[in-house]
């Protein structure tokens, strides 16, 4: 059979890994033999029981669920990561390579990474961190906050004043929020929320604030603040979202995070402890042996860092 015209017979000795065109060598990827573990259908109703008891949160395990369903191609084709926006990637990961355990093949798909180059980290973190640091617009907060100050309704002013304390996510903030007001209620809102320390234990419900790699254990907020939440009615994110979208603001829930961290850093709180409050506990040596406090002289140490912080971002707006 003769040659296809600009195509040049391939040198046996170089495994057929390549090809020749107008005398220039391109590689080519071979394509892998067809491997039961990526080709065997998904039961993903035993998938999805098999998920509800590895993760005690629910959520995120609808979350890894729905991870699986949506991008399962990527257990034949890996290399579809890369079409994947950073920010999302990691995450998508983790669910798919859960799935593969599920499935019995981590070790072959850990393989078929590393050919197809996918990491987990992205080679740029380290300067992105270092661009977020300067791009962040702390200073603006306040200008904002008074602007939509007059949309929001009393129970969502407090909410405000809530995430800006503790630092919170948006998603466990109000998760916390209406779990006090549930609590409340029925009367039970000391099995949350310790007097004694003024501190919110978020670690004694696992199911919605331990979330593998994002959780939060403990906040500390004022007993006046308390009150006022349990004053309040539950508040939904989409709605609220939906509503400040329709009036043309943004919703700038997350900075309030960035911002408690950075003013309670700056306030002679040692990055550990910051970290702690912010849910992440440090792996260091010195963290996980060494470092210990005293919980009721932390919390008056909070409480006052919060007095200034409150000063700081809502210009006595609040009070």
């Known amino acids: 059979m003769a040659d296809g015209e600009g195509f040049e017979p391939s040198t046996p000795n170089l495994g057929g890994n390549f090809v020749i065109i107008d005398g220039k060598k391109y590689s080519i990827t071979p394509l892998e033999p067809n491997n039961k573990s990526f080709n065997t259908h998904i039961d993903f109703k035993d998938y999805e029981i098999y998920l509800s008891k590895k993760y005690s949160n629910k ?10 369903r949506n991008y399962q191609d990527l257990l034949a084709n890996p290399s579809k990561f890369l079409t994947i ?8 990961m983790k669910a798919i390579v ?4 599920y499935l019995g093949c981590y070790e072959e798909y850990k393989t078929k990474l590393k050919n197809h180059g996918i990491k987990w980290s992205n080679e740029d973190t380290a300067f992105q961190g270092f661009l977020s ?3 962040k617009k702390h200073d603006t907060l306040p200008r904002y906050l008074g602007e939509v100050w007059p949309h929001l309704s009393d129970d969502e002013r407090v909410l405000i004043r809530f995430l800006a304390v503790t630092g919170l ?29 003024n501190v919110l234990e978020h670690f004694k419900f ?7 790699t994002k959780n939060t254990y403990i906040s500390f907020v004022s007993q006046e603040l308390i009150d006022d939440i349990c004053r309040c009615e539950p508040i939904n994110y989409n709605a609220l979202h939906c509503r400040f979208k329709r009036r043309g603001f943004k919703l700038r829930l997350k900075e309030l995070r960035s911002f408690n961290n950075t003013f309670v850093r700056k306030s002679d709180v040692i990055s550990e402890l910051t970290d702690v409050l912010a849910g992440r506990v440090p792996k260091s040596v010195f963290c996980r042996h060494y470092l210990a406090e005293d919980m009721l002289k932390f919390s008056k140490q909070v409480l006052v860092i919060q007095e200034g912080l409150m000063d700081a971002l809502f210009c006595n707006r609040c009070n």
């Open 169 to 197: 996510r948006a998603g466990e903030g109000i998760s916390s929020f209406n779990l006090m007001i549930s609590l409340s209620s029925q009367k039970k809102l000391d099995g949350y929320y310790n007097k004694e320390f």
């Open 206 to 212: 696992g199911d919605l604030f331990l979330r593998g």
């Open 85 to 92: 926006p950073s920010g999302q990637r990691r995450n998508i």
């Open 59 to 68: 959520k995120y395990a609808r979350i890894q669920y729905n991870h699986a």
């Open 98 to 101: 859960c799935l593969t355990k």
């Open 133 to 135: 640091i300067f791009s």
